[in-house]
């Protein structure tokens, strides 16, 4: 009996193991069939292939806290950001910060006063080589493959808070509370709310280019024109021009995580 | 054999009731942390992992430490481990449900935890540290459970055990290398961004966990009437002194890198963590009494252990209360130094390069005390368990 009882243990407890490991191995499978294509695509160019960038003019935006702070009003509003006093329970997808925050690793001696003065506006960089998509455990964040966004499914994320650990750009919140009582705009029914527990960040728009619409900040800075958008892939794009055009800055390049977020200053 | 832990002495169930109301207070905790949210933390946008994970990273120390035991005793057959290689194992099942349970309660939303099997992702470390865990966690319940059944039945194990024993040494490595690499290799954290992390972690872990499977063989010896033996606690001590005389030479080159080398974002963390910073006119330095106090106990631990041994007195009775107090020592040393300074120290300068300092809540402190709870609780079980099966076989 005690022998019997023993060996209908073991097998149970063979089973469930299998039954436990069984889908990873399945996907891990899969992965690996799919992943030749992946890298090929990214180290043989991007030709033919969208990848969507945004240069900052600052010189537009020197003097206009308030188109600033519309910018990041659109974009609360499109994306249901909740408002938060308590700055450890922040949730910000675009925001503005001084010089040193923002270009911590650019010398900050001496520097013009309009520098020292103004704030500079920051959001994800929608990285070409996104530590974040690196380090998440469950896929939950990841790269558009057709056009570079670096994008998050709110839904597969566990709120592990890696990626928060691994973005050079402290551009991902986590929600600490229930989102939703903290919406204090008027809720945009177009675009789904989050649950607690899980992190979220700026998404260049995702929902608004499928839509043929533009980014609301660059829609809210309209009046200025501080905000270009476009394919960084394309020569021809106006993005391109402008950076053509202009000598520009990026976050932390050093890190080599290729932003796609460009400052004119 | 599990039997024997339901029946004990009315200290070891009062031991056992005392541990259950702190598991009942993490549990209430934790509780209230599910339903409100991760908001009732010290953790914030800034400081976006804690206590929770600082004490999940010295854990995985600890449950790697029972290689020290394993490695001597099956490897190089040092026999006076024989009796206390069943402690190594018994004290890594625990470490490693304390690592898991602290990883649960940092998750955002634990019910999605099966997420990480579902979506296999081979370049998350988190993934591969999963892995790691849940292999070494099997290969220790397999070879403690078989080996001292084999001990308890007289007879000698199954060969086929020694193929797991020797698959957890690099199982054992592998934990806490990966555990690292969680660190490791993020840019921008400058502080954490070092080769040396990995080999730090291990030898601190080589002196943490041993130094628990002293203080309870000298608790052990005093009220369950089992003894380790002089030599094998005097050649762990080599092994604590050795390892821990490692973790402060890695230290000391981290001081050197940055103090040297003057670049801001190596310099700054330990800045923060050994002299305070300051930043916008404000001083932040709210770990520097901890780190000192890392500092101090860790060399006057050395200082005592090394004389105990120098002076020959190690081998005598008298020297057990002495034995205790330097293992102490080195210990809350190393649990300050990694399990406070190394997290926070990395984390408190932000990506904006601002400084932010964490304090955790009573409630996220509370539920750290009840995982504690729970694995002191199954520490206190299986080592019963072990003890028994030895005094069975001597009788």
């Known amino acids: 009996m005690d022998t019997k009882r023993r060996t209908f243990l073991k097998a149970a407890g063979v089973a469930a193991l299998a039954g436990i490991s069984a889908p990873a191995v399945t996907k891990l499978a899969e992965a690996s069939s799919s992943a030749v294509p992946a890298v090929a695509e990214n180290s043989a160019g991007t030709a033919g292939k969208i990848r969507y960038g945004m240069v900052i003019d600052m010189r537009k935006l020197y003097d206009r806290p308030d188109i600033q702070e519309k910018m990041a009003a659109a974009c609360r509003y499109a994306h249901n950001i909740p408002t938060f006093d308590d700055p450890k329970s922040e949730i910000k997808w675009i925001w503005s910060a001084s010089y040193e925050e923002a270009f911590p690793e650019h010398s900050s001696a001496h520097n013009a006063e309009i520098i020292e003065e103004s704030e500079f506006l920051m959001l994800c960089n929608h990285c070409d080589n996104p530590p974040c998509v690196r380090v998440c455990p469950t896929k939950a964040t990841f790269k558009m493959e057709h056009n570079g966004i670096v994008a998050m499914d709110y839904h597969r994320c566990i709120g592990c808070r890696f990626c928060m650990m691994a973005c050079p750009y402290g551009a991902r919140s986590f929600n600490w509370f229930e989102p939703r009582p903290h919406i204090t705009q008027e809720i945009n029914p177009e675009f789904p709310t989050r649950m607690r527990g899980v992190v979220e960040k700026c998404n260049f728009c995702a929902e608004r280019l499928a839509r043929g619409e533009k980014p609301a900040c660059q829609e809210a800075a309209a009046e200025v024109g501080a905000i270009y958008f476009g394919d960084l892939n394309d020569p021809e794009s106006e993005v391109r021009k402008v950076l053509a055009e202009n000598p520009t800055i990026q976050r932390k390049p050093g890190l080599g995580t290729k932003p796609s977020v460009f400052y004119i200053v | ?395």
């Open chain 2, 1 to 395: 054999m599990i039997e024997k832990a339901l029946r004990g002495s009315s200290r070891y169930w009062t031991w056992l009731g005392i541990l259950a109301i702190f598991i009942g207070i993490g549990a209430v905790c934790y509780v209230r942390q599910f339903f409100i949210g991760q908001g009732l933390t010290g953790m914030g946008r800034d400081i976006g992992w804690g206590l929770y994970i600082s004490q999940f990273t010295f854990l995985v120390g600890v449950a790697a430490g029972g290689l020290m035991l394993v490695l001597p005793y099956y490897v190089h057959n040092y026999k006076a481990f024989g009796r206390i290689t069943i402690l190594g194992e018994f004290l890594a099942i625990p470490a490693l449900i304390m690592c898991l349970l602290f990883i649960m309660v940092d998750l955002g939303q634990p019910l999605r935890a099966m997420n990480m099997i579902l979506h296999p992702t081979p370049n998350s470390m988190l993934f591969w540290d999963m892995c790691v865990l849940l292999g070494y966690l099997f290969l220790n319940l397999i070879c403690s459970w078989v080996i001292l059944t084999a001990e308890r039945k007289e007879v000698a194990p199954p060969k086929w055990i020694y193929i797991f024993v020797y698959l957890s040494i690099p199982f054992a490595v592998s934990i806490h290398t990966v555990t690292a690499m969680l660190y490791c290799g993020l840019p921008g954290r400058d502080f954490w961004l070092s080769a040396i992390t990995a080999p730090r972690f291990l030898a601190s872990a080589f002196a943490a966990g041993p130094i628990i499977i002293v203080l309870a063989c000298l608790l052990m010896k005093r009220i369950a009437n089992f003894d380790a033996g002089k030599e094998a606690i005097n050649k762990i001590l080599t092994i604590i002194i050795y390892a821990a005389l490692t973790n402060a030479f890695f230290v000391c080159l981290e001081f050197f890198v940055a103090y040297y080398s003057k670049i801001p974002g190596h310099m700054h963390s330990l800045d923060y963590l050994f002299f305070g910073i300051e930043h916008n006119g404000e001083m932040y330095n709210n770990l520097v009494p901890f780190m000192w106090t890392s500092v101090f106990l860790c060399f006057g631990g050395l200082i005592v252990l090394a004389w105990l041994k120098l002076s020959k007195k190690v081998m005598t009775d008298a020297a057990d209360w002495i034995i205790a107090a330097g293992c102490l020592a080195v210990f809350l040393s190393l649990f300050i130094d990694k399990g406070l300074g190394f997290v926070l120290g990395g984390l408190a300068i932000t990506p904006f390069e601002t400084v932010v300092e964490y304090y955790p809540t009573v409630n996220e402190m509370g539920v750290t005390i009840g995982i504690w709870a729970v694995g002191i609780f199954m520490v206190t079980v299986l080592y019963k368990l072990a003890v028994d099966v030895e005094h069975e076989v001597e009788e």
